[in-house]
């Protein structure tokens, strides 16, 4: 099983990136819930956003909501998060990862039970 992370890099804020998430060695609909965590210099890893394969649930962080979108494609085994209007604070290591247990707020990455590496977002002018 193998998570990929994908689409980071530099914006300025106000700008706007999409991060890819390709899993391979299991499907999306397998039942597992894909996950995007980010890790700011100094600062713990932190959910950010979930989907659920199995019913499409959502659940964002306050601090993202209005401004990121997750979504999934199961054609291409890939999740995709959106993000908009990106802020200073919004910089960190992004990460995906995969556990079978559901979308709801409160995930840690303790709880995972697959993840890859992580793409670098800088948002900087």
């Known amino acids: 099983v193998q998570l990929q992370a994908s689409g980071g890099g530099l914006v300025q804020p106000g700008g706007s990136l999409r991060l890819s998430c390709a899993a391979s060695?299991?499907?999306?609909?397998?039942?597992?819930?894909i996950v995007w965590f980010r890790q700011a210099p100094g600062r713990e890893r932190e959910a950010v956003s979930c989907?659920?394969?199995?019913?499409?649930?959502?659940h964002y962080r306050d601090s993202v909501k209005g401004r990121f979108t997750i979504s999934r494609d199961n054609a291409k085994n890939t999740v995709y998060l959106g993000m908009n209007s990106l802020k200073s604070e919004d910089t960190a290591v992004y990460y995906c990862?995969?556990?079978?247990?559901?979308?709801?707020?409160?995930?840690?990455?303790?709880?995972?039970?697959?993840w890859g590496k992580g793409t670098q977002v800088t948002v900087s002018s």
């Open positions: 989907i659920s394969s199995s019913d499409g649930v959502t």
């Open positions: 060695g299991f499907t999306l609909d397998d039942g597992y819930t």
């Open positions: 990862a995969a556990e079978g247990y559901g979308c709801y707020a409160g995930l840690t990455w303790d709880g995972m039970d697959y």
